[in-house]
C-alpha cells in the first residue's frame, strides 16, 4: 500500500452546516432515504452558561483493519493498492454481514442497487480526477483536510503533526484513518 | 426528534433480524439432531446393540435434513439480493466465518440426505429404485459418513455462534461462549426435536430409547446455563459498554423473552418436569411433547434473545 489516505476533521472549525452532507448527496447520487455522511450536532455539554456542542462526524473511518473487509464471505467487501475500502457490487450477495460487523455503523443498503454502500472518499469521480473529495471542497469553514498521509509534505500531514488528534472506538483495533481534532471546550471523547 | 443531519433509520444497530435467528435455530436443531441420533447410534453399537430402526434416529433422519434445508431457504431469501446467491458459492474469502460456514454446509447438506435415504432406504427405493447403485455405495462407506457427519455438524452447530462473535462491536455477541452456548443448545433442540418426532410418528413402545436420549438432557441443561451465566458474568467484568449490555437481561422485552423464554421453557420446565413429574408420566406421549416443545421454544427463544439484545447494545 504505496497510499495511505486520512481524513481530518476539526471539531473546532465545524459549525454542523451539513453542507458536506449535501455536497456528498449530489456527488456521489446517493437515494433520498439513506446518507453516507452525516454531521451529528450532540449535546449540549457542559454546565450553564459553558454549554457547547459536539460535532461527530458519521462516515465510513476506511479502517486499516477493517471489521467489514474481514467478515465478507465472498471478498465482496474489499481493500484496493490505495488503501480506500471498497465494494464490488457483483460479487455481493447482500447477506448485511459487513453492515452488521462495521463497529461505526456507517455502512447501509443503497434501495437502487441492493448492495452496501458507503463512503469511499469519492474514489471513482473525483479522486480519480485528482481532486478532493466533495465534502472537503465544500466545506466553508474548511473544517476538513484530506490526503495522502505517507506523503510527508501533505497538507494532512502537517495538521496531523501539529494537533492534537483522537479516532473513534481506537480499542476495537480497527485503526480508522478519520482523525477527528477536539474541540477545546469539549475535550476527547472517543 | 427533528435534526438538521436527515433520516436515521439505516443508523438502527439491530441489522439482522427474526429470520436470522430462526435460520441460526434451524441450523442449531438440524445438527444438534444429528449428533443425538449418531451419537445414540455408537452407544448402541458400543454395547453390541441393534441400532436398526430406532424411532429416534428414524426421527432424526426426518428433522436434520427438514430443519437445514428451511433454514437454508430463509437465510437465502433474505439476502437483498437472492438471486445472486450463487456468488457465495463461488468465492470464498477464507477470513470469513460466513465462508467457513459455507463450506461446512456445503459437504453437511447432502450427506445428511445420505444419512435419511440410509435410515429410510425401503421407502426411497420404492420410489426412486434407480438409486438402488448409490445408496448400496453409501451403506459401505457409512461408517464414514456418519464419522463425517458428526464433525461437521459440530462445526455447524458451532459456527453459527462464531458467525455472531466475529461482530466485534457488540458485547453480548463478541464473547469465545457463544459459540459453545449455541452448540450446547443447538444440542437440546436437536434431543428435544428427535424425541418428539419420534413419539409422534415412530414410537410403538412406550420407551423406545426416548430414554437414552433423556439421559444426555441434564448435562446439556447444565452447560446452557453453565454458558449462559459465564457470558453474564464476563459483561459485568468487562468494562462500562459491556456492562450497560447487561440491561438485556434485566429490563425491557427482552428481558422477558430471556427469563421466561430461556430460562423458563428452555432450562426450568424440562429440568424440574423430569425431576418432579410422577414415573407413571414420564413415557406418556403428552408429556413427552409438552417437554419437548417447551425445550425447542426455549432455544428459538434463546436465538431471538441473543439476536436482538445482542444487536442492540452496541459499544
Ligand atoms: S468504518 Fe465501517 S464500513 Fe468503514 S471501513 Fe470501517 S468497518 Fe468498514
Ligand atoms: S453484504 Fe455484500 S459486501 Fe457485505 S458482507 Fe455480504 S456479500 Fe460482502
Known sequence: ?190 | MNNIWGSMEQYDPVVWNWIIAVYLFMAGLSAGSMLVAIGLKWYKKSRGLPTEGLPVIKAAAIVAPVSISLGMALLVLDLTKPFEFYHILLNYNLTSVMAWGVLALLVYIPLVFVFAALVFEKQVLKYAPWLAGILKVCRQLENSIHKLIFVLAIGVGAYTGFLLSALISYPILNTAILPALFLTSALSAGSAGNVLVATLFFSKEKSDCIDQVHRIEYPVAFNEALCLVLLFVGLNFSGPAAQGALGAITQGVWASVFWIGVVGLGLLVPVLSSIFAPKSWRHTKGFLITVSCSTILGVLALRHFVVYAGQSYIS
Open chain 1, 1 to 190: 500500500m504505496t497510499k495511505r489516505y486520512v481524513l481530518v476533521h476539526d471539531e473546532n472549525k465545524c459549525i454542523g452546516c451539513q453542507a458536506c452532507n449535501v455536497a456528498c448527496r449530489s456527488e456521489n447520487n446517493v437515494p433520498e432515504s439513506v446518507t453516507r455522511l452525516q454531521v451529528r450536532i450532540e449535546g449540549p455539554y457542559g454546565n450553564f452558561p459553558h454549554l457547547h456542542f459536539k460535532y461527530n462526524r458519521v462516515s465510513c473511518e476506511q479502517c486499516e483493519n477493517a471489521p467489514c473487509v474481514k467478515v465478507c464471505p465472498t471478498g465482496a467487501a474489499y481493500v484496493n493498492d490505495d488503501g480506500i475500502v471498497s465494494i464490488n457490487e457483483n460479487k455481493c450477495v447482500g447477506c448485511l454481514y459487513c453492515v452488521a460487523a462495521c463497529p461505526y455503523k456507517v455502512r447501509f443498503i443503497n434501495p437502487e442497487t441492493r448492495v452496501p454502500d458507503k463512503c469511499d472518499f469519492c474514489k471513482e469521480s473525483r479522486l480519480a480526477r485528482g481532486e478532493q473529495p466533495a465534502c472537503v471542497t465544500v466545506c466553508p469553514t474548511q473544517a476538513l483536510t484530506f490526503g495522502d498521509a505517507n506523503d510527508l509534505t501533505s497538507e494532512v500531514r502537517k495538521v496531523l503533526d501539529t494537533k492534537p488528534s483522537y479516532q473513534q472506538k481506537v480499542n476495537l483495533g480497527t485503526e480508522p484513518r478519520v482523525y477527528r481534532i477536539p474541540s477545546r471546550r469539549g475535550g476527547i471523547k472517543a
